[in-house]
């Protein structure tokens, strides 16, 4: 089928989920014309960056909105009802205490995020938490499938849940960050690609160093999650079932996990800076 017969892809990204890798991945089945990465320019004080995607997207010329064939961004479920044409959603869902640790660490670990500065007032992740500072720390997962904008940190209701469940059976795949190989090969037979490889990328270098939580702080993070480790529960249960009611699934992923090995020299090479590429070169 024809690259412009084909609907759009809609990959929504909800932070340090992987998304990064799954971006740069996707990014090689399709054109450099076809992807618009979708970013709101601005941010409300105490909301997300996503919380505005769908509205900056939605102010686009139609024409702009309906050449790419790949969207993907930080954004909020709602980018299909500004897309003038057929489109289809795939994401990513992480468990959530391991997500919520994630996010902490990037925030405390960049200097360029919006909350670096404030951060560094809460030299552990219970008193992030417990500030208020970043919804990201409150049911993140299902605020963002829930195409959520407005709550309060503290305010996430099961209606909110029910509503995110409800618009992921629109998604054509929503996949787990734990089984990332098993989540592209999904995507690759949904639509038929046949470019898609990756090399792994933003990984946190401290991941593996860090202490585990106490039983207070992992506490803390399901109270505050509660939903999110049910979407997750129930995502990962549908997941399991798609992929084992899937003839020729196993083959596929084997198949897919050999040609991506061969593809890592060339890939880690290429997600490489510029700089770095001309001086291994010149050697």
């Given at each position: 089928m024809p690259t412009t017969d084909?609907?759009?892809v809609i990959f929504l990204h909800v932070g340090k989920t992987a998304g990064a890798t799954m971006r740069r991945a996707l990014r090689r089945q399709f054109g450099r014309d076809d992807v618009l990465e979708v970013r709101a320019p601005t941010v409300r004080d105490g909301r997300l960056r996503r919380d505005g995607a769908v509205a900056w997207f939605a102010s686009l010329p139609e024409a702009e909105r309906a050449r790419p064939r790949l969207l993907m961004g930080h954004m909020t479920y709602g980018l299909h009802e500004h897309v003038p044409r057929p489109s289809e959603y795939v994401t990513l869902l992480r468990e959530?205490?391991?997500l919520v640790r994630s996010q902490y660490h990037h925030v405390r670990?960049?200097?360029g995020h919006l909350l670096h500065e404030q951060a560094k007032a809460y030299p552990d992740?219970?008193?992030y938490i417990e500030s208020g500072l970043s919804l990201e720390m409150?049911?993140?997962?299902t605020r963002a499938l829930a195409g959520d904008t407005t709550t309060p940190f503290g305010g996430c209701t099961p209606e909110?849940?029910?509503r995110a469940k409800s618009n992921l059976e629109r998604f054509a795949v929503a996949g787990l960050t734990e089984r990332f190989d098993e989540s592209l090969v999904a995507m690759i037979r949904a639509f038929d690609w046949r470019r898609v490889r990756y090399v792994t990328t933003n990984v946190d270098p401290s991941r593996g160093s860090r202490a585990p939580l106490t039983d207070d702080e992992l506490a803390l993070v399901r109270a505050r999650n509660e939903l999110d480790l049910t979407l997750y529960a129930w995502v990962a249960d549908r997941f399991e079932r798609d992929v084992a009611s899937s003839p020729g699934f196993a083959g596929e992923l084997d198949a897919f996990r050999a040609s991506n090995r061969r593809y890592g020299p060339i890939g880690?090479?290429?997600a490489m800076p510029k700089d770095s590429v001309?001086?291994?070169r010149s050697r």
């Open positions: 084909r609907p759009t959530p205490v391991a670990r960049h200097e992740l219970a008193s409150d049911n993140s997962q909110l849940l029910e880690k090479l290429a001309a001086r291994l």
